[in-house]
């Protein structure tokens, strides 16, 4: 992640606490389901944001997810912007977080790697 300035990371923050709230409350369509806002990254000048999520059931309905959020992009930013005292509220884009479920595939390999070492050392 690129270095923020700490006014950019504390509108990325508020963003993050925001938009879980309005996704877990107004965002009612079934395609979302449970998504977890992982990190929102804001561009220098504020005009963008980039909002990372991980989806409950995994990677398969990560890309209908995204396009529900992506089509939700401009209530979502309209409702930020009632939540949040800045003269403009970012644009929203929306990408799916494949790090968590990349960091357990790694642990189960490392996991793997450490019993064959002691069944082999046995």
Avoid: C, W
């Avoid at 963003?15 to 990254?41: N, S, Y």
């Amino acid at each position: 992640m690129k270095k923020q300035s700490p006014r950019a990371q504390r509108v990325a923050d508020q963003i993050q606490r925001e938009l879980a709230e309005l996704l877990r409350l107004h965002l009612k369509d079934p395609r979302v389901g449970m998504v977890t806002i992982t990190a929102v990254d804001v561009s220098p000048d504020l005009n963008n944001a980039r909002v990372l999520f991980t989806h409950f059931a995994g990677a398969e309905k990560a890309e209908a997810a995204v396009e529900v959020l992506q089509h939700a992009a401009g209530y979502l930013r309209t409702e930020l912007a009632h939540r949040l005292k800045l003269y403009s509220v970012p644009r929203l884009q929306f990408a799916y977080d494949s790090s968590i479920e990349s960091g357990l595939k790694l642990s189960k390999l490392i996991d793997d790697a450490i019993e064959d070492d002691r069944k082999h050392s046995s």
